[in-house]
């Protein structure tokens, strides 16, 4: 009865609203974009794990209490969107580097906060096991708890630029490639 009763709350809004957080989720899919371009560097492939916990902190944060999950199709279409944003924004000379540093340490206190190595995602859809998973993602820590930071907001900055080199040199459709292309000639002139 208990189960059945946290479910009904749950799916009718009545917990999550207090937990899910419109700004988080916004900040979670922004630094899984920003994960995301980093990855297309081979050296940053270790870094895929990591976007997929921003995804599903994005997705928890996102969810309203009229729906209890989110598509993968909702998460890409975010992520294609904040990678967009990100993009305009990196192309405009916006420095994403203090982004991506934050981005980064938050996204390693996440993964230490759900122990991600021991961690695993059942994949039967028990209503249990779906409330205690979306617990433990609304529980996980909303930002970074470093302040001060080892390396210098340089090679933060050289990291971004790097990412979206390998970003856009792709062989695939990237928007606006020769714009970023010509953005970071100009940075490296």
């Known amino acids: ?6 479910f009904f709350l749950l799916f009718n ?27 297309t560097r081979p050296e940053m492939a270790g870094l895929t794990a990591g976007e997929a916990l921003m995804n599903r902190v994005y997705a928890y944060h996102m969810i309203d209490g009229s729906d209890i999950e989110m598509t993968n199709g909702q998460i890409i279409a975010a992520q294609t969107a904040a ?3 990100l993009t305009q924004e990196y192309i405009k000379g916006v420095n994403l580097a203090e ?32 409330v205690q998973e979306m617990a433990l993602f609304l529980s996980a820590p909303t930002k970074t708890s470093v302040t001060i930071f080892k390396n210098p907001i340089e090679t933060w900055e050289q990291q971004v630029d790097l990412g979206f080199v390998a970003w856009a040199s792709q062989e695939l ?11 970071i000639s100009e940075k490296f002139e």
């Not at 122990?115 to 028990?126: F, G, K, L, Q």
């Open 173 to 183: 459709e990237v928007p606006y490639k020769e714009a970023i292309l010509s953005k």
């Open 83 to 85: 990678i967009t944003k």
């Open 13 to 39: 809004g009545l917990v999550n609203p207090a937990y899910a957080d419109q700004d988080v989720a916004e900040r979670a899919i922004r630094c899984s974009a920003l994960i995301y371009i980093e990855i």
């Open 99 to 130: 982004e991506y540093r934050n981005c980064v340490y938050w996204m390693t206190d996440v993964a230490k906060y759900i122990n991600i190595s021991e961690y695993v995602s059942t994949e039967d859809n028990a209503e249990e096991s779906d």
């Open 1 to 6: 009865m208990k189960k059945v009763f946290t």
